[in-house]
Structures are given as C-alpha cells and as structure tokens.
C-alpha cells in the first residue's frame, strides 16, 4: 500500500462517524442528529402499550462490531425549578463527579449536558470477558422544555465498549450537540386518557384531575396495566402512584406490609371494602383491592393499588378510582 493511500485509510477510519440521522424524539418533543447506522428500537426499557410507549420513551442504539452505545430517553414528568443548573450540579457532584454545562438556552428552553469524569468505582467485571453485559451511564442529557417540563437522555455503553469510554463519550456529546427544539407539548391539566384493554372489547377511561397524569401503559400477554402519577417539581421525591392492573392469569401480589385497616370506596358505581396499610419502613400509606370482572373476560382480575407518603393523596387518587369508567363494549355506546 503506498503511503498517501494508507494515510488517507488511517484518517478514514479515525474520523468520527457521520451524523446525518435526525430522530424525534420522545414523539417530537425535540430531535437529534445520529450516526447514520443508528436506529430507533421499541420496546427496550418497559413493555409499553404503542401510544403510551411513543410519548414516554425513545431508545438509539449504534453499534460499532460487538461495542453498543445506547441513547435511552424518557419524560420525568417533572416541573422545571429556577436554579435547575444548580441543583443539577449538586447532585450530579454527590452521585459521582460529573462535568455540567449548558448548550442550549433560547427563551424557556435549555439543554444541560451531564458528563461523568471519571470510572474508578465502576464495578471490575468490565476488565472481565465481553459475556458480562452490565451497562455503564457516560453521559446525561437533561432538557427543560419550552412547557417548562423537564426530559432526560441517557447515554450508556456495554461492557465490550467499556475500554474505549473515551471514544464513545465524545459520541454522545456530538450528538447532543445538535438538539433542536421540537413541537410537542405536555399538558397537566384535567383530561381523560382512553385505553383497549388488551384482547377484548373492552375499554377503560381515566378522569385525571390537575397534575396527574397516565405515564405508563404496560401491555403484556399476561397483564395490562396503567401506571398514574401525580407531576411534582425537580427534587421533590414524593413517591404517589396509582396502579389499575387487568390480569388475565393468575398473578401473585405481594400484599403491603404494615398496620393494617379497611374503608370503603367507590369503584363502577358500587362501595367497595378497601384494604389499608401504612408501611412503618417507608413511611407510605398505601391502598388496595382486588375486584373480579368476567363482563371483560371470563377469569379477569382487576388490581388497583395507590401509595403515597400524604393520606391526601390516596383520597386524591380514590376520587380517581371512583370515576373509572369500564365500557365493556364500545360498539353499543352511542
């Protein structure tokens, strides 16, 4: 090979790779520019249900051989806060040692750039053979959008790119670099979020009041499930949720542990016994049952279970119960 050819081989094959791939993310809350053999996989963080799914996730995986970087992108369902770039850094810093900057802000949008300094306390399985696949975080992307919600992509590598961190790295921060704002908004008003109940005819409706919001719908052959939330600011770790859980197969649920009571409630038109329980390690109350509901389909179970460390917040999320609406078949409603 004559030297000006393997020259030019040389600087090919350490250039970086080319970016002309641009994505939407998150369904068009924003987009970013990729190499161009990366793609867009479904599915990879949670089995969610096609419209949920778009809406609260986006995975990106390039590969390189048997080396993987993954883009994994989700909504925090979080308000932004004012000095955001400052409690970022806090954090990130107490975590583990991380470089913060700003690259982007116009008008109420801003991008921050998280990146890790350094690797010292990761596990020593990635000095092992490449059959341990753990992933390690190189870099956060965390997005105040111009709602004023906040989203987050994470870049991770596997453990056969783990010697070559560096290079991945600057990957992922190239890529970032070319955030562009998108149209989407989110809104955490009152509305209602409609759902199929997987193999059947049947439908649920959810009347959401202020700041509560579906942020998961988990299909599987076994289950559907809706995971509810209630929207808090950035750094406010209240843990509130309503799960409603259609189960076609016997599921085993771990029922709470704690002192125990029994209220009733309202659930499609009737009083219902429900179990209470305040969870001493965690500080949570919590509340549950579960119903039988063969007009869905013979053998169907319904399990609904809130916890939240507020006893408002489960009379919140009650009065959420109470207006759940099953239309079990939609074909004869007007």
């Known amino acids: 090979m004559k030297i000006s050819s393997l020259l030019l081989f040389l600087l090919v094959s350490n250039a970086a790779p080319a970016q002309k791939n641009e994505i939407s993310i998150l369904n068009n809350r924003f987009y970013l520019t990729f190499p161009d053999s990366a793609r867009k996989v479904t599915g990879a963080n949670m089995i969610l249900a096609p419209g949920s799914a778009e809406n609260n996730e986006t995975t990106i995986v390039y590969e390189i051989g048997d080396e993987k970087l993954t883009f994994s992108a989700i909504e925090l369902n979080k308000r932004t806060v004012e000095n955001l770039v400052e409690r970022l850094t806090e954090n990130g810093n107490r975590e583990k040692p991380s470089a913060i900057k700003v690259t982007y802000n116009k008008d109420s949008c801003m991008a921050i750039l998280i990146t890790r300094k350094n690797f010292d306390n990761e596990p020593k399985i990635y000095n092992m053979p490449v059959r341990f696949t753990a992933d390690v975080m190189l870099s956060s992307f965390i997005i105040q959008n111009p709602d004023r919600t906040l989203s987050r992509v994470s870049a991770f590598i596997n453990a056969a790119a783990f010697a070559e961190r560096s290079k991945f790295q600057k990957i992922a921060e190239d890529v970032f670099s070319t955030f562009r704002e998108g149209e989407r908004r989110v809104s955490f008003a009152p509305h209602i979020d409609s759902f199929a109940i997987m193999g059947t005819k049947a439908k649920i409706k959810i009347y959401l009041p202020q700041d509560y919001i579906t942020y998961a719908a988990i299909t599987d052959k076994q289950f559907d499930a809706y995971m509810i939330n209630r929207v808090t600011s950035y750094g406010d770790t209240t843990e509130t949720s309503l799960m409603i859980n259609f189960e076609f197969v016997f599921l085993y649920s771990i029922k709470p542990k704690g ?62 119960v109470k207006n759940l609406l099953i239309v079990y078949d939609p074909d004869k409603v007007k």
Not at 283 to 293: G, M
Not at 298 to 304: A, Q, W
């Open 259 to 320: 002192i125990k009571s029994t209220t009733y409630g309202e659930f499609m038109f009737h009083v219902m016994p429900w179990d209470n329980y305040f969870d001493t390690t965690r500080s949570l109350f919590e509340r549950e049952q579960l119903f039988y509901d063969d007009e869905i389909k013979k053998g169907v179970k319904i399990y609904i279970a809130m916890q939240s460390p507020k006893a408002g917040d489960i009379e919140d999320m009650s009065g959420i």
